[in-house]
């Protein structure tokens, strides 16, 4: 099985802040890689697929990077409705959830 | 814009099968370009994938559940069924059911997802 190790489990930050979330693999993904947003009560929303293409609709201060077994989600201008949950998903053997950031208000 | 819809007993007893379907609003579940999952969240916790099922009919189980998992698709109906045998009370989670979308030939990530439903296992 794939492992997924996503850090920091909790960021507080300022609206404005530049935010980097980082998840690495366990094995090498060949870029199969997906960050999802997930707000209280809520589904998780696609943002980035194939580790840097931007989902449908989504805003563009959202950015996926990385490859092999490192991927990076950065929000470059924090906005009010950008705090919730993320998760990065590998999508390279079966799929496999990273454990959660939570961005939460400084 | 396609809606999924889970829904099924809250309820379960240990030991017991836990049962969720999965309705579909459009016809892009014949489409070969989708294929269906299951992935549930504990309270508080993190996402599980569960499984997934395509439109030829099959199935692909996460390593850790395949023992218990069963999911079926009725394209007919279109909905898609979810089978969880012996359930116990780690089985108590909040049940997404997913669109998942093949890019380049590969399933990849979900595109839709259902509200979800709260399934829990209890006497």
């Known amino acids: 099985d794939i492992q997924m190790t996503q850090s920091p489990s909790t960021l507080a930050a300022s609206v404005g802040d530049r935010v980097t979330i980082t998840c690495r693999a366990s094995?090498?993904?060949?870029?199969?890689l997906a960050w999802y947003q997930q707000k209280p009560g809520k589904a998780p929303k696609v943002l980035i697929y194939?580790?840097?293409i931007l989902g449908s609709g989504v805003p563009s201060r959202f950015t996926g990077s990385g490859s092999e077994t490192e991927f990076t989600l950065t929000i470059s201008s924090l906005q009010p409705d950008d705090f919730a949950t993320y998760y990065c998903?590998?999508?390279?053997?079966?799929?496999?959830f990273g454990g959660g950031t939570k961005v939460e208000i400084k | 814009q396609v809606q999924l819809q889970e829904s099924g007993p809250g309820l379960v007893k240990p030991s017991q099968t836990l049962s969720l379907t999965c309705s579909v609003s459009?016809?892009?579940?014949?489409?070969?370009?989708?294929?269906w999952s299951w992935i549930r969240q504990p309270a508080g916790k993190g996402l599980e994938w569960i499984g997934r099922?395509?439109?030829?009919?099959?199935?692909t189980y996460s390593p850790s559940l395949k023992n218990r998992v069963t999911i079926s698709l009725d394209t007919s109906k279109r909905q898609f069924s979810l089978k969880l045998s012996s359930v116990t009370a780690a089985d108590t989670a909040v049940y997404f059911c997913?669109?998942?979308?093949?890019?380049?030939?590969?399933?990849?990530?979900?595109?839709?997802w259902g509200q979800g439903t709260l399934v829990a296992v209890s006497s």
């Open positions: 997913a669109r998942t979308y093949i890019f380049d030939y590969r399933p990849a990530y979900f595109d839709s």
């Open positions: 459009d016809d892009s579940i014949v489409i070969g370009s989708f294929a």
């Open positions: 099922i395509f439109t030829s009919g099959y199935t």
């Open positions: 094995q090498d993904l060949n870029n199969w």
């Open positions: 194939q580790a840097s």
């Open positions: 998903q590998q999508y390279g053997s079966y799929s496999t």
